[in-house]
């Protein structure tokens, strides 16, 4: 069982920048591919980014360019570094871990870009 904990939400301006993260419990956090989704307000949960246990990345359309994932295995954590951000980037992010058939989510962390 791995419990992810998402944190480092909050209001931030168009334009501006925001670092969230996932702390994940367990000691084999390593062997698992870790991503971010989001929930826009009205809308269905779509994918943001992942990375593979090996680093290799990926990023949704909306979000490349502007949005870069990375991990710390020692410290159990992904984070989600988010710049220039657009109103429309407003959603809740989730984190998920999956490894195989496994496949944990975190509650989730608003995101909201206003003025």
């Known amino acids: 069982q791995v419990q992810l904990v998402e944190s480092g939400g909050g209001l931030v301006q168009p334009g501006g920048s925001l670092r969230i993260s996932c702390e994940a419990s367990?000691?084999?956090?390593?062997?698992?591919?870790m991503g971010w989704h989001r929930q826009p307000p009205g809308r269905q949960r779509e994918w943001v980014a992942v990375i593979g246990s090996d680093n290799s990345t990926a990023y949704a359309a909306a979000v490349k360019g502007r949005f870069t994932i990375s991990r710390d295995n020692a410290k159990n954590t992904v984070y989600l570094q988010m710049n220039s951000l657009k109103a429309e980037d407003t959603a809740i992010y989730y984190c998920d871990a999956q490894w195989g058939s496994l496949r944990y989510w975190g509650q989730g962390t608003q995101v909201t870009v206003s003025t």
């Open positions: 367990g000691s084999t956090f390593g062997n698992y591919g």
